[in-house]
């Protein structure tokens, strides 16, 4: 969002959970974006709640005859599933035949959707997972019924465990998608990561989970 709004000349307001992303807050901020980082509890309801106060009051204040301010919610559209559509088809076109097993990070569930939806119209058998970060588990839940007891904490497994925040296209995925929601503690991800990188494949957090789990 941060080089879309720098190319296309506009002002670039973000709110996300404080101490989340640094190294992607620090890109944003190369590209002109304003980052607040939103210290609480509630992680990305926290940063949520702060974007929602800030722009309650200026509603109504038009530049050029637009509104000044606009939130792209990408997280409720359908536009946003259908724009990862293609990496499917690609990957498929790539390896000339049909995915037995797909594994995605359970975040606001486009990826899931966008890719998944494509991957089961091509094959009908496949078999699809999502994973959770133990410390938050979000899609976890809807999959099996909410846990007494749990706590949602913050985590490193950016992208994915919020709370607090209703995501159409991941209740979606995990009804009529995933096969099961599996769970995966830092630990377990980090020490994968830190295999791959000594290999020299520098893979990212949620990247580094999946392969974890893929090869158990």
């Known amino acids: 969002c941060a080089f879309i709004a720098r190319e296309r000349g506009y002002d670039c307001l973000v709110f996300t959970p404080a101490g989340a992303r640094p190294k992607c807050n620090e890109i944003m901020r190369s590209f002109g974006a304003e980052v607040r980082e939103v210290p609480g509890q509630n992680y990305i309801a926290d940063a949520r709640d702060a974007m929602a106060?800030?722009?309650?009051?200026?509603?109504?204040?038009?530049?050029n005859g637009y509104p000044k301010y606009r939130c792209p919610n990408h997280s409720q559209k359908p536009i946003s599933c259908e724009a990862l559509a293609p990496i499917a088809i690609e990957a498929l076109n790539k390896t000339g035949e049909s995915f037995t097993c797909f594994i995605g990070a359970a975040g606001n569930g486009?990826?899931?959707?966008?890719?998944?939806?494509v991957l089961k119209n091509d094959n009908s058998d496949i078999r699809m997972?999502?994973?959770?970060?133990?410390?938050?588990?979000?899609?976890?839940?809807?999959k099996h019924g909410k846990l007494d007891g749990h706590q949602p904490q913050t985590h490193q497994?950016?992208?994915?465990?919020?709370?607090?925040?209703?995501?159409?296209?991941?209740?979606?995925?995990?009804?009529?998608?995933?096969?099961?929601?599996?769970?995966?503690?830092?630990?377990?991800?980090?020490?994968?990561?830190?295999?791959?990188?000594?290999?020299?494949q520098d893979v990212g957090n949620t990247s580094a989970a999946a392969y974890d789990l893929a090869r158990d």
């Open 53 to 63: 106060e800030f722009l309650e009051p200026r509603r109504s204040e038009r530049s």
């Open 110 to 117: 486009c990826t899931l959707r966008g890719i998944g939806d």
């Open 129 to 142: 997972f999502a994973f959770d970060p133990s410390a938050a588990l979000q899609a976890y839940q809807l």
């Open 157 to 200: 497994l950016f992208g994915t465990g919020g709370w607090g925040v209703d995501f159409p296209h991941l209740k979606y995925a995990v009804d009529e998608l995933m096969e099961d929601v599996w769970v995966i503690d830092e630990a377990d991800w980090q020490r994968t990561q830190e295999e791959l990188r000594d290999l020299e």
